[in-house]
Structures are given as structure tokens and as C-alpha cells.
T-cell receptor, first 115, second 116 residues
Framework: AQSVTQLGSHVSVSEGALVLLRCNYSSSVPPYLFWYVQYPNQGLQLLLKYTSAATLVKGINGFEAEFKKSETSFHLTKPSAHMSDAAEYFCAVIPNSGGYQKVTFGTGTKLQVIP | DTEVTQTPKHLVMGMTNKKSLKCEQHMGHRAMYWYKQKAKKPPELMFVYSYEKLSINESVPSRFSPECPNSSLLNLHLHALQPEDSALYLC???????????????FGSGTRLTVV
């Protein structure tokens, strides 16, 4: 069974600083990988996804992530944090097996941005 | 239209009430999902519909009853809920299979349910 691990349930950064949120997956076959963001009392919004087309994936709001097969990682980064980036971030994985998409979510990382 | 619309946004119900949550999408997605999310936790899968047929029921209590009347609509009927059922209920939709680029859910904004 595949799983995804997010290191750090809380991450604090200063406004303007680099954002790095970590995600590692376990799967014998590279799956499809996603990052979602959730603002308070909202649903989940897709930030970006890796579907084997390119290892460096650019998403919305200036975020990007790099798929590293050798490290089984898919870390999320943003060069300069904004106050509006404060939210919960979930890494997620879907097996590369067709059919409906059963997602496995990580436990989430709450990003705090300090003025 | 690239949205999943959920109604109502907020719902307070008593333990003897019957209510329904509604979800609608017009993206042509043929898989639809109900998730339950408790505070500070990731979403937990409840039900999956694929081509309007129930594909997965993750051992959800019978007081939750899903319904998929057509390819655009998904309902969740609620009856005799318990206070511990209070949570954010999220609907999502996706393609079924196909190319990798089609993968990924589109989520609705959720219904915040409080059972009193």
C-alpha cells in the first residue's frame, strides 16, 4: 500500500522568506503526486500536480515542486512567502493504475507566515 | 465551468432530523466522492461513485446514505446523526482513468455540519 509522509505539522516562516514543505511517498511505482492548499473553512484547492510529464512542476500562487525519484520526495517550495500563503497544505498521492482515483493524503502541514 | 458546488455551506441539525447535502459539477467528471474532514486532520474518504454506481463504501455507518441521481449530482442523506459526526463534508470529482494529466480532484468548498 502506498503512503505519503509530510515532515512537520507546523512550519513558520517570515514574510519574504523561502517556503519549504516536505513530502515523501512510498510506492514501488512512481505514482501521481499532488499538493493541495486549504484555507480556513474552505475546501481543498489544487496547487500543482506531478503526472510524469516533467519533474519540476510549477503551480499557482508562485509555488513549485520537484519530483525526485531517487529520494521518493515531492517537496513544495516558494521563493518568497506572502501573508496570504498562511494555510494548511496537504500532499497527496494517487496510484498510477487507472480507474477512479483513490487519493491518500498526508497528515498536513500548517504554514504560518510571520510579518 | 471548473467548479464543484456544495450546498448548504453550513448546516445545524438535531439528532432526530433528516437532512441532505448536495453536490453538483458540470466538468464531465464521471467519478464523484464524499469526504469527511475533522478539525486539523486530512480528509477521510467515505464514498466513491464511478459512472453513477457506488464503487467504494469505506465502512460508513448507515445513518449516512449517498445517492448519485445523474452524472452531475451527488447527494448525501443524513439521518439520526450523532454529535461526533460534526465535521466538514467535502465533495470532489475527477476523471476516471485516462492520461496522467487528467488526474487530480476538484473539491467543493464543503458543508460545515454541526449535530446538536
Amino acid at each position: 500500500a502506498q503512503s505519503v509522509t509530510q515532515l512537520g505539522s507546523h512550519v513558520s516562516v517570515s514574510e519574504g522568506a523561502l517556503v519549504l514543505l516536505r513530502c515523501n511517498y512510498s510506492s514501488s511505482v512512481p505514482p501521481y503526486l499532488f499538493w493541495y492548499v486549504q484555507y480556513p473553512n474552505q475546501g481543498l484547492q489544487l496547487l500543482l500536480k506531478y503526472t510524469s510529464a516533467a519533474t519540476l512542476v510549477k503551480g499557482i500562487n508562485g509555488f513549485e515542486a520537484e519530483f525526485k525519484k531517487s529520494e521518493t520526495s515531492f517537496h513544495l517550495t516558494k521563493p518568497s512567502a506572502h501573508m496570504s500563503d498562511a494555510a494548511e497544505y496537504f500532499c497527496a498521492v494517487i496510484p498510477n493504475s487507472g480507474g477512479y482515483q483513490k487519493v491518500t493524503f498526508g497528515t498536513g502541514t500548517k504554514l504560518q507566515v510571520i510579518p | 465551468d471548473t467548479e464543484v458546488t456544495q450546498t448548504p455551506k453550513h448546516l445545524v441539525m438535531g439528532m432526530t432530523n433528516k437532512k441532505s447535502l448536495k453536490c453538483e459539477q458540470h466538468m464531465g467528471h464521471r467519478a464523484m466522492y464524499w469526504y469527511k474532514q475533522k478539525a486539523k486532520k486530512p480528509p477521510e474518504l467515505m464514498f466513491v461513485y464511478s459512472y453513477e454506481k457506488l464503487s467504494i463504501n469505506e465502512s460508513v455507518p448507515s445513518r449516512f446514505s449517498p445517492e448519485c441521481p445523474n452524472s452531475s449530482l451527488l447527494n448525501l442523506h443524513l439521518h439520526a446523526l450523532q454529535p461526533e459526526d460534526s465535521a466538514l463534508y467535502l465533495c470532489a470529482s475527477s476523471q476516471v482513468g485516462g492520461q496522467g494529466i487528467n488526474y487530480g480532484y476538484t473539491f467543493g468548498s464543503g458543508t460545515r455540519l454541526t449535530v446538536v
